[in-house]
């Protein structure tokens, strides 16, 4: 979320810089080919102010057909063309006084005549017609090819007589373009460093308080219920919603307290009637006339059912209440001992129980609740492996976890039955006769997942159930070596 909100930020902001930075750009360009633009229309007006009056009636006596001008004119236009050279030489802009049909007066360098297509004539045709050069194309730092051309009119008795006609290179232009469009992107590039900057702080402000309620949703969605979000900064909104995520926090821990206290409440209590109950029972049996005991039995066994029933549900409350804590357990022997301690029932059924795993394997568990979990699990795959089956306790060390698997022989699990393998009181259709109350498995995964574990199925070929029970892997402890004395 972080990178797409500064993605979205920093997009938005070089959408700001570019719409300002693009027309300054331009206009600088511009503006800077108007100065030049201006110095070369007021270098040609000085041309055009300075052509002597016989240079003029030379141009007359041309246009009425006289060949020769007066004698005094060649002097005139000797000077004028050493001026036109010498501008030419000092700026390196060629330069030009054209008669009305595009006869040189004078022009430097010599053999330069009027453009014939492009920018340059249409110049000397809005001279012929009165008007000065204006608006010439815009030079740019890559149009290296491309010169500027101004031509301004030569007027006499309301007349063009003339036109002053100029080609400017535009290397100095473009250059100095150029650097200013480089201090205009250093600019920019500076104003977008801090703009990323201040990005990445309101990122964080905005964001802080989110990801902080997003570890505590995570926290009680894992099962740690008194995670809450920590007060800190942020838009008062996300203040207020952090509030009110507490609060809801508090009302739902409050609500499932008060259900666990029932439910433990309600079985504790149950117990002392029902075990008076089943006394009356007995009593009541010692009474009864001979060939009532099959309804005695059945009355006897759904007692001791709702017995089971009533210590499962007291040993799901007590595992719900139970908030241990994980501490480095070594889940070989761990495991090693309650399978040790469940071979006895496993002869008895004639199952084979097997284990197998390192020598040690350290996990981050709660020793009386892993092994209360590992018990219900085992106790579960005796019940169901057939007599000569086998059931096997295999220990295993993950990358990041460690994990216990259990698997038996028995009839297994559909997909569907294992989707629902672990709720309460859930058991399979194929398998009501079988005793039991449908918590085991239930309190085994409640346990476990108090201290972080997990608890899953798996179908086991050809037939068969296998239950994993992993924890996060502890890191071993080091010997620290004996000083030397």
Same mark, same amino acid.
Not at 3 to 11: D, E, S, V
Not at 272 to 293: F, I, K, S, Y
């Given at each position: ?33 108007? +100065? ?81 297509? /492009? ?47 100029? !080609? @400017? ?19 920019? &590039? ?18 802080? %308080?989110?990801? =902080? ?20 900064? /942020?838009?008062?909104?996300?203040? *207020?919603? &952090? ?45 009864? %006339?001979?060939?009532?005991?099959? $309804? ?6 759904? /007692? ?20 241990? $804590? ?23 059924? /004639?199952?084979?129980?097997?284990? $197998? ?14 092994? @209360? ?27 990041? !976890?460690?994990?216990? =698997? ?8 559909? !997909?569907? !039955? ?5 709720? *309460?009181?859930? +058991? ?17 995964? =409640? ?20 239950? =994993? ?8 402890? +080091? ?7």
């Amino acid at each position: 979320m972080r990178t797409r909100l500064l993605g979205i930020l920093i997009a938005l902001m070089l959408c700001v810089l570019a719409a300002l930075g693009l027309p300054l750009a331009a206009a600088v360009a511009a503006a800077e080919q108007s +100065r030049v633009v201006v110095d070369r229309l007021d270098d040609a007006a000085r041309f055009a102010q300075d052509l002597p009056t016989s240079g003029v009636s030379a141009l007359d006596s041309a246009l009425k057909g006289e060949l020769e001008p007066a004698p005094g004119d060649l002097s005139r236009r000797h000077a004028l063309d050493a001026e036109v050279a010498r501008y030419h030489e000092l700026y390196g802009v060629r330069l030009g006084i054209f008669q009305r049909d595009g006869v040189p007066i004078a022009t430097a360098p010599a053999d330069w005549r009027v453009p014939a297509a /492009g920018w340059g004539e249409q110049a000397f045709q809005e001279a012929l017609d009165g008007r000065r050069s204006h608006n010439p194309p815009q030079v740019w730092p890559w149009t290296p090819d491309r010169t500027l051309t101004i031509a301004t009119p030569v007027v006499r008795d309301g007349d063009v007589v003339a036109v002053v006609l100029s !080609e @400017s290179p535009t290397g100095a232009l473009r250059t100095r373009v150029l650097h200013r469009w480089l201090v205009i992107g250093a600019g920019e &590039a500076a104003a977008m460093i801090v703009a990323v900057l201040l990005a990445v702080r309101l990122t964080e402000w905005v964001l802080r %308080p989110v990801r =902080t309620l997003d570890r505590a949703t995570h926290d009680i969605a894992t099962g740690r219920m008194n995670a809450r979000v920590a007060p800190g900064g /942020g838009p008062p909104e996300l203040q *207020r919603l &952090a509030r009110s995520f507490n609060e809801m926090a508090d009302h739902v821990v409050l609500a499932l307290d008060q259900q666990k206290a029932f439910v433990a409440d309600a079985s504790h209590q149950l117990r002392n009637p029902l075990a008076a109950l089943l006394l009356r029972v007995e009593v009541l049996g010692l009474e009864l %006339p001979e060939g009532h005991d099959e $309804e005695l039995g059945g009355v006897r066994e759904e /007692g001791a059912r709702l017995a089971r029933v009533l210590d499962d549900l007291l040993g799901l409350a007590t595992a719900e209440h139970a908030r241990p $804590e994980p501490e480095p357990t070594d889940l070989a022997e761990l495991s090693l001992a309650r399978a040790d301690a469940w071979r006895p029932v496993a002869v008895q059924r /004639g199952i084979e129980l097997g284990w $197998e795993g390192p020598a040690l394997a350290l996990g981050m568990a709660d020793p009386i609740g892993f092994g @209360s979990a590992l018990d219900a699990v085992i106790d579960n795959a005796l019940k169901f492996g057939p007599a000569g089956s086998r059931v096997r306790v295999l220990v295993a060390v993950r990358r990041s !976890e460690v994990a216990v =698997t259990v698997s038996d022989a028995g009839p297994g699990l559909t !997909e569907e !039955e294992l989707a629902r393998a672990g709720d *309460r009181f859930w +058991r399979s259709a194929r398998h009501q006769n079988v005793d039991g109350s449908g918590l085991g498995l239930s309190i085994a995964r =409640t346990l476990l997942q108090a201290a972080g574990g997990s608890l899953t199925f798996a179908p086991v070929e050809p037939t068969g159930l296998a239950v =994993t029970l992993a924890v996060p892997r502890a890191e071993a402890k +080091r010997a620290e070596p004996e000083g030397k004395g």
